[in-house]
């Protein structure tokens, strides 16, 4: 089944929230140029798909793990206090990144890219949820085609914001593309994040949306350059009541 990796189509209207970000500058442009010249995957997930697409599908798992000091110490200090704010507001023990396992060695993650590692294994701070059921997507190929007819290309593959599309949101739509979503996965998943969303100004917003497309940009670049063995380190944000957190232990 084709996934449309190379196609380039942008779309600025993406983000639900009623909010006005800053007019496109460095990050947007370098981020559409590599869009452009090099498509909407990475050489990295070019190569993946190719090797492995076709292969069906026999488990998937939820992945978490505690957001990493350094990216969390960012986001608050760009927030001015709000994202450390928020984390108390609401209980929240530990902010945590989302990913897919498949098949118990493909981890499959959307951060400014969408990004795998192969030959994956279980860190020792991360914790897993078995999904249960049959996926529609049978093969690996099909799976990830019936998520990006849902969400459409560019949100699929782009558009990442680390309020609302972010990895959790990733996540949360390739599994209900698929048919396998379940109250209990939301459970595990799920953090909402609208508070923090009202509370950052559009400028923050704007400024961190500048950030990630630059780091998309540079992400294709570097994964092109190395035939697919560079990039940057992965990390995304959920967070997670500790009442529920432990439920999953």
Not at 87 to 103: E, T
């Amino acid at each position: 089944m084709y996934i449309n990796m190379y196609r380039v189509h942008r779309d600025y209207a993406y983000d639900p929230a009623p909010v006005h970000y800053q007019p496109a500058y460095l990050g947007t442009l370098v981020s559409d140029v590599a869009t452009w010249f090099f498509g909407n995957a990475t050489e990295r997930m070019k190569r993946f798909l190719k090797e492995h697409g076709e292969e069906e599908i026999t488990s998937i798992e939820i992945g978490r793990i505690p957001l990493m000091k350094e990216i969390a110490s960012a986001m608050n200090l760009i927030t001015s206090g709000k994202f450390e704010e928020s984390k108390k507001n609401r209980g929240y023990d530990d902010y945590f990144h989302l990913f897919l396992v498949i098949n118990g060695k493909y981890r499959l993650e959307k951060n400014q890219t969408v990004n795998v590692m192969t030959g994956y294994s279980e860190k020792d701070n991360e914790e897993r949820y078995v999904v249960s059921g049959k996926p529609k997507g049978k093969t690996i190929n099909e799976f990830l085609k019936n998520t990006e007819e849902e969400m459409g290309e560019n949100d699929f593959w782009q558009n990442y914001d680390g309020l609302v599309k972010n990895c959790q949101n990733w996540v949360m739509q390739n599994l209900k593309a698929n048919n396998v979503y379940t109250q209990a996965i939301e459970d595990f998943t799920f953090q909402d994040t609208q508070e923090l969303q009202l509370e950052v100004s559009p400028y923050v917003k704007g400024a961190m949306k500048e950030v990630t497309n630059l780091a998309s940009g540079l992400d294709k670049f570097l994964s092109w350059i190395s035939g697919g063995s560079w990039g940057f380190k992965r990390g995304g944000k959920v967070g997670m009541p500790s009442q529920q957190r432990k439920m999953f232990l």
